[in-house]
């Protein structure tokens, strides 16, 4: 227990630490391939590794990266303000005109939130969403870390996926643009989360208290594909206990990504999920607080 406090920094130092980092390590990590394999100092070997669901997108469309521990090492990414829409705890590079990949900034839309390091255990994975850039290029997803045992930091990156130009139409033989097609091959899933209780007594006629964004991040869902079996994704919730998440064509069970004596009678459910269609699940949790 001491040891996972350990790594639990306080905001500022986070903060400071990510300047750092993100500047000295994603120098070290760049590459003209690409790949996603990690590229470290120390004892860590290299199985820790991140992906994307797709390898194009259209302007807006969701990303969902994964990053996979494979070693047998604890790592902890950086800390710092995550505001809604942010890919924390990964980064996102775009390639420039000169071959370069440089670091891509994201607005800081409320409501935000200081997160602080949080080690990812040997062998367990996390996956977050965020919406593809709005300017089409080529694209990477990078994920800086530490190791726990003080071996060393790594960089992780993601093979170079593109963002195409929705906007750009095609053109029939009289020579007028048409309108665009989609080039996303993905349907989404979104929805609401209540919480609650929040407090062991609730008064009648006063409205229960708000989740704080901890509260809400502190919770996830768990997707699993249908026909497989295969968990399909794994993410936390947003600040605003909302969440939407990109997902190929088919049938999918939902499930509670269970902490403590969280419970939800809306879970397991299964949803379909059709090609350019959003489907729409709100739940409610229930914390067990009496």
């Not at 935000?112 to 593809?132: D, K, M, N, P, S």
């Not at 929705?166 to 919480?195: F, K, N, W």
């Not at 609650?196 to 991040?217: I, K, N, Y």
Request: aromatic fraction near 6%; hydrophobic fraction near 40%.
């Amino acid at each position: 227990m001491r040891q996972i406090r350990a790594w639990f920094v306080v905001l500022a130092f986070a903060c400071a630490l990510t300047a750092t980092m993100g500047l000295s390590v994603a120098r070290a990590g760049v590459a003209a391939n690409g790949n996603s394999s990690a590229r470290q100092a120390g004892a860590t070997s290299d199985t820790v590794s991140v992906t994307t669901d797709a390898s194009s997108y259209a302007p807006g469309d969701s990303v969902t990266a994964t990053v996979v521990n494979g070693t047998t090492v604890p790592i902890a990414p950086l800390g710092g303000i995550v505001c809604q829409g942010s890919p924390w705890p990964f980064g996102v590079q775009r390639l420039d005109d000169a071959g370069e990949w440089q670091d891509v900034a994201f607005a800081r839309t409320p409501p935000c939130v200081g997160i602080a390091v949080a080690l990812l255990g040997a062998g367990e994975a996390q996956t977050r969403q965020f919406a593809a850039a709005p300017s089409p290029g080529t694209y990477r997803v990078v994920y800086a870390y530490s190791t726990a045992n003080g071996s060393g930091q790594g960089l992780v990156v993601s093979d170079p996926y593109d963002v195409d130009d929705a906007s750009m139409g095609l053109t029939d033989p009289t020579g007028s643009a048409t309108a665009a097609v989609p080039m996303s091959s993905v349907g989404y899933l979104e929805g609401q989360v209540a919480i609650g209780p929040l407090q062991p007594v609730e008064r009648v006629g006063v409205p229960p208290p708000t989740p704080s964004p901890a509260v809400c991040t502190a919770r996830g869902l768990v997707i699993y594909q249908v026909d497989t079996g295969a968990e399909a994704a794994r993410f936390p919730l947003g600040p605003d206990c909302s969440y939407r998440v990109s997902l190929p064509s088919g049938s999918y069970r939902v499930e509670l990504d269970r902490r403590g004596i969280d419970s939800s009678k809306d879970l397991p459910r299964v949803v379909a999920i059709t090609v350019g269609q959003t489907t729409r699940l709100d739940i409610s949790i229930d914390t067990g607080m009496r």
